[in-house]
């Protein structure tokens, strides 16, 4: 086994995902539009599973310290993207919690950099990584414009660049002072959670450990409740849902096997999905090439290989340093054969 199951929740991973959504909540609306999206009963999820993480971030908010509001809002308010930076930042670098002496800004402007270029040839550790050199202001203002991202993001990563170890020692204090909170909001939530967190210790899920396996060997997989509904894989740290197991049938049985079909419907009637379902049937192919392929973003590729990969429709494999996307044909076969036992 080249990776190793934690079981106990990330505290760091944790209170940065309850910041964010107290910074920007998720009306009902959305949150079910998304559960729709991704090809699940939405209105049985929301009750069932989100109503449980809306619960740990009310507790948290009742014991959270008070904070700074612009940092609040520098930190949290500016879109997922520049989040997700921040926590892969921060929990890829574990020491920084203790001390940010040693650290430059040019190493964490360098390693910021890295992180937000499109590179599909990923180091296995991030420190392994071909970091762009961002020592000038020039430097930076000339990679910003040549990133692929929306106008308001740049300017926003330009003002954190310019001065990164400042920045990052204010999300640091901001974390350190909230973490006592988010255990408090755990502790609560002790007996509610006690059967996923089961369920996450029997199984560890083996989907996210197949990933890891692939996409970060030698990682620790956390479970996570403010990402209870996710899989997050990163470089020595991955993350998976503690609902994660609950949301797609297993097929079972007779009940079950209906629910997967359903899912697996649901995934096929988006003509994005089965569009690079029919592309994945004529080769093998990697994130940016199925994009291009396609004529859509990475990320919007991504998310649709979370759903297709969650139904079982594709697989992953890692072939020299990219990570390839491949159609499982047998999980085709499956889910005919599920069909015709139902209908014909």
Request: glycine share 4%; proline share 4%.
């Amino acid at each position: 086994m080249n990776y190793k199951i934690m079981y106990q929740f990330d505290p760091v991973f944790e209170t940065i995902g309850l910041l964010h959504s107290i910074a920007e909540p998720m009306e009902k609306e959305a949150v079910i539009q998304q559960f729709n999206e991704l090809g699940f009963d939405a209105e049985r999820c929301y009750k069932k599973y989100y109503k449980i993480m809306e619960r740990y971030i009310r507790l948290f908010k009742k014991h959270m310290a008070p904070c700074e509001i612009s940092h609040q809002e520098f930190f949290f308010c500016h879109g997922d993207e520049f989040c997700l930076l921040l926590t892969v930042l921060i929990t890829e670098n574990p020491q920084w919690m203790d001390s940010l002496d040693p650290v430059s800004d040019e190493e964490i402007r360098s390693m910021t950099g890295f992180l937000l270029q499109e590179n599909e040839a990923q180091a296995i550790s991030l420190r392994d990584g071909n970091w762009p050199q961002l020592d000038t202001e020039k430097e930076i203002i000339k990679f910003l414009s040549d990133l692929q991202a929306e106008e308001s993001l740049k300017w926003h990563l330009l003002e954190f660049m310019r001065c990164p170890k400042d920045w990052m020692e204010k999300l640091i204090e901001l974390l350190a002072t909230n973490i006592p909170a988010c255990e408090k909001a755990l502790e609560e939530m002790n007996k509610a959670l006690e059967p996923f967190v089961r369920s996450y210790e029997n199984n560890a899920d083996k989907q996210v450990s197949q990933i890891a396996k692939i996409c970060a060997p030698g990682a620790c997989i956390y479970p996570t409740l403010i990402g209870g509904m996710s899989q997050q894989i990163y470089y020595s740290r991955c993350y998976q849902g503690l609902f994660m197991s609950f949301l797609t049938p297993k097929g079972s049985s007779g009940d079950e096997r209906k629910e997967l079909v359903i899912t697996r419907m649901k995934a096929l009637s988006d003509r994005s999905k089965l569009d690079i379902l029919c592309e994945l049937k004529k080769s093998r192919q990697y994130n940016l090439e199925l994009a291009e392929t396609m004529k859509l973003s990475p990320s919007t590729i991504s998310h649709h290989m979370n759903v297709l990969f969650a139904c079982g429709f594709v697989g992953i494999e890692k072939k020299d340093g990219r990570v390839y996307y491949y159609l499982q044909e047998e999980v085709v076969e499956e889910y005919l054969d599920h069909v015709r036992q139902m209908l014909l």
